[in-house]
């Protein structure tokens, strides 16, 4: 698959996957042509792990393929565009995009929906979004981890809100599938799974560092908190293996 540009950015395919490229100086054009469309957007950041998930047929490849803007967050995705000879993705640290697409949005005065995360940390979370951002109007909250009964309210709830955006934190079953499983069931907007994020604005969690971000150290920490996730080494290894018989066969 070759070079496709999608409203001011450029998509290309790693191993048969989607990722686009939007430079940072582009991405309040692209934030813009999606709501001036009145459709229906998800955004997905993507990781190496979620990369090999995409290339099979399941529900999240599928999710994958029909998202409006995918985002690599991983830097095995960018050193894979440079070793297949592809254009360079800029890669994006969730949180700083996530703060990145909800100033956007403030200036053009939309709208927020906050669905995730304990009703306590959605409370926080809600009320240090509205600090930060007060020209943003948040519209509605609903908290995650919520019996299986109550999710067509929750749905219908977000519906007659029509949020700009839809940010959807840990606690909804499915995360991103969820997303694009409901998508014909809300009104055009955007829509955005980020756990960490929700951890985040609630100080749950503490932000990563751009310097460690960067570098990829924060891995090596995560590594020594969690020794167990050595075994991630092996879809590393299945990775460069499928890299190498791509760029091979394309000689």
Known sequence: ???????????????????????????????????????????????????????GNSQFADTVRKASLVIPVSKRIISGAR???????????????????????????????LAGSKPAELQITSTNLRDSFPGLSIVGRYAGFYKREVEED?????????????????????????LSKNMK?????????????????SGKKQKISKKSWESGNYAFWEFIRKPWKIVMIFPHMYYLLLLLIHRIRKI
């Open 154 to 178: 929750m749905v219908l709830a977000i519906k007659k809100a029509s949020p700009s955006l839809l940010f959807v934190g840990n606690g909804i079953p499915g995360r991103s599938n969820w």
């Open 83 to 113: 070793f297949l000879g592809k254009h360079i993705p800029v890669r994006y640290m969730p949180f700083d995009f996530s703060i990145k697409l909800l100033g956007i949005l403030e200036k053009q005065n939309h709208s927020l929906y």
């Open 185 to 201: 069931n809300f009104n055009p907007g955007m829509f955005l799974w980020c756990g960490n994020c929700f951890d985040i604005f």
């Open 1 to 55: 698959m070759g070079i496709k540009s999608i409203g001011g950015r450029k998509r290309i395919f790693i191993l048969n996957v989607p990722v686009d490229v939007v430079p940072e100086e582009s991405l309040k054009d692209v934030i813009s042509d999606f709501i001036i469309d009145k459709g229906h957007h998800q955004i997905i950041f993507l990781s190496l792990r979620g990369l090999l998930k995409a290339r």
